[in-house]
């Protein structure tokens, strides 16, 4: 496989591709079509504020607030709002604004911890994902984590993913190479795309699907998706789905 680097063209046996959603490698190799959402989301860590060892996710109509304890009194927090719900907002301080109103309908934790986040610390995005199907190898190129099959992070399992592709990579990698294949290095990728591609495509789809679903903004369907996780949701203290709002 030949790279055109800084330092000039070079030859390798392989390549492993780990770029992310927007590849400027992969693009070169594959054509890959990225998927908007309806909503956007923001993320932040809030410093100074004590919510135990605990991880939360407060569901509302087109609205969600997750957040998750780091230690020494900073929090992770994260906020999805449909675009629906921000109407015509023209610029980042009014969709803020639109945003914080949810957030105060909230319990009081959560505007607690919008207040205790520097705002130039807010990271605001929109979600998109890949399509499933885009190829895991290409001859010697084999593609990994969200270069491959970027999902939604609605699981927070991107990560997961991403490190499953590097175990079934080194199975492959390990059985080919034992037995001793013509142009093993070929075969090992070949084995690694078919070995991922049921289960990257599948989680791409529940991903996406769950996202939607916690979403929901109908009256109606806020209620019923809220009855179901409450009849289904574990209670412990690691996580604890609580105070569905607007049910």
């Given at each position: 496989v030949e790279v055109a680097t800084d330092a000039g063209l070079r030859t390798y046996d392989g390549l492993l591709l780990a770029d992310g959603i927007g590849g400027t490698a992969r693009h070169s190799l594959v054509q890959a079509r990225t998927r908007p959402t309806h909503y956007v989301a923001w993320r932040?860590?809030?410093h100074g504020v004590d919510?135990?060892?605990?991880?939360?996710?407060?569901w509302g109509r087109g609205f969600r607030f997750?957040?998750?304890?780091?230690?020494?009194?900073?929090?992770?927090?994260?906020?999805?709002v449909n675009r629906s719900r921000l109407g015509r907002a023209g610029n980042a301080a009014e969709a803020w604004r639109i945003?914080?109103?949810l957030a105060a309908e909230g319990p009081p934790e959560v505007a607690r911890m919008m207040?205790?986040?520097?705002?130039?610390?807010?990271?605001?995005?929109a979600i998109h994902d890949l399509a499933p199907g885009l190829p895991l190898a290409v001859g010697r190129i084999a593609l990994l984590g969200d270069t491959a099959h970027a999902v939604t992070p609605n699981l927070g399992f991107g990560g997961g993913l991403a490190l499953e592709d590097g175990a079934a990579l080194m199975r492959?990698?390990?059985?080919?190479?034992v037995a001793e294949e013509p142009d093993a290095l070929t075969a090992a990728l070949r084995a690694y795309a078919e070995m991922r591609k049921r289960r990257v495509a599948r989680m791409a789809q529940v991903t996406r699907w769950l996202g939607d679903v916690m979403?929901?903004?109908?009256?109606?369907?806020?209620?019923a998706r809220d009855t179901l996780f409450r009849w289904m949701a574990p209670l412990g203290?690691?996580?604890?789905?609580?105070?569905?709002?607007?049910?």
């Open positions: 932040g860590i809030a919510v135990g060892r605990r991880m939360r996710e407060i997750g957040y998750a304890a780091m230690g020494a009194g900073d929090v992770y927090w994260f906020a999805t945003l914080a109103a207040a205790a986040t520097p705002m130039q610390a807010v990271y605001a995005h492959a990698l390990f059985a080919h190479r979403q929901w903004e109908g009256k109606a369907a806020a209620y203290d690691r996580l604890v789905w609580t105070w569905m709002m607007g049910g």
